[in-house]
């Protein structure tokens, strides 16, 4: 007998307002992010190893998991950074191309990114970029629009990249802030 699959409805669990940290090693030109819990993002520069990390720039985010609220399942994105919705900024790129593709049917396009350098830390799988796709899609009216969650690998160059970080909690969550 197979087992009938959960029609998920996703809820943001797990949510830890935090800072994403960029810095850059000026030895070797190597940038790397990571989330601060922090009350102030950590500025002060530092060696590791070879390195020599120099603070380049904060932005509010916020960390979360997405839990089934039928069948309890909980999804953790330990590896996403944050989400950005894209602007168009570089006609050669992949996500602009989906972007203005998307466009007459009313679709935002968002990148899911991780921390960087990407061939060091663990990535988002495609997995969990779908269910982020349907958590962001769950409650709107498709007639009206809809969002396409995408990986940072489809943009040219992540690093580089102008898109938008959607860095508010009431953008990222379904329901209204409580007053």
């Not at 009216?141 to 396409?148: A, D, E, P, V």
Request: charged share 30%; net charge negative; hydrophobic share 30%.
């Amino acid at each position: 007998m197979q087992k009938e699959k959960c029609a998920h409805t996703w809820q943001m669990v797990n949510v830890t307002p935090c800072f994403i940290i960029t810095e850059k090693c000026y030895h070797c030109g190597k940038i790397s992010t990571y989330f601060s819990t922090g009350h102030n993002p950590p500025m002060e520069e530092y060696r590791e190893g070879e390195h020599y990390w120099n603070f380049m720039e904060s932005a509010q985010s916020i960390h979360f998991d997405l839990k089934c609220t039928k069948c309890n399942m909980l999804v953790k994105f330990d590896e996403l950074l944050g989400v950005k919705m894209c602007t168009g900024c570089d006609e050669n790129c992949e996500a602009n191309t989906l972007l203005k593709k998307l466009e007459p049917e009313r679709t935002w396009v968002y990148i899911a990114f991780g921390c960087l350098p990407v061939n060091e830390k663990k990535q988002l799988s495609k997995e969990k970029i779908s269910i982020l796709e349907e958590y962001f899609n769950q409650r709107r009216k498709s007639s009206k629009s809809r969002i396409k969650v995408i990986s940072h690998e489809i943009v040219s160059n992540i690093e580089d990249c102008y898109a938008e970080v959607i860095k508010d909690v009431d953008m990222l969550s379904l329901t209204l802030p409580e007053k």
